[in-house]
Nanobody, 121 residues
């Protein structure tokens, strides 16, 4: 499956963005979808994951209450709504697909190219 992330940009602290990731090539609904991020000089970290039907979601500790993951299987797209952004949220955000539910990077076999989110103070 091929993944194309979009929606990043420059935003002031406290602002919001909606990231999108469109999949192509295989049946989207067969994959668990996740978002990860990598800040400059840091390891890539888990942001959020959503199950095949969207009924189950998971979030990284610093994202709970501010980030919301959702999916539209008819559009083969997963979204990440990010609110109350902080400068420390600045990172490249990657979408990824896995065959089973997980929050671990190693379980995600397919990765998009990433979209840059920059939060100014």
């Amino acid at each position: 499956v091929q993944l194309q992330a979009s929606g990043g940009g420059l935003v002031q602290a406290g602002g919001s963005l909606r990231l999108s990731c469109e999949a192509s090539g295989r049946t989207f609904s067969r994959y668990v979808m996740g978002w990860f991020r990598q800040a400059p000089g840091k390891d890539r970290e888990f942001v959020a994951a959503i199950s095949w039907s969207g009924g189950s979601t998971s979030y990284g500790d610093s994202m709970k209450g501010r980030f919301t993951i959702s999916r539209d299987n008819a559009k083969s797209t997963v979204y990440l709504q990010v609110n109350s952004l902080k400068p420390e949220d600045t990172a490249v955000y990657y979408c990824a697909a896995a065959g089973r539910y997980s929050t671990l990077q190693r379980e995600f076999n397919y990765w998009g190219q990433g979209t840059q989110v920059t939060v100014s103070s």
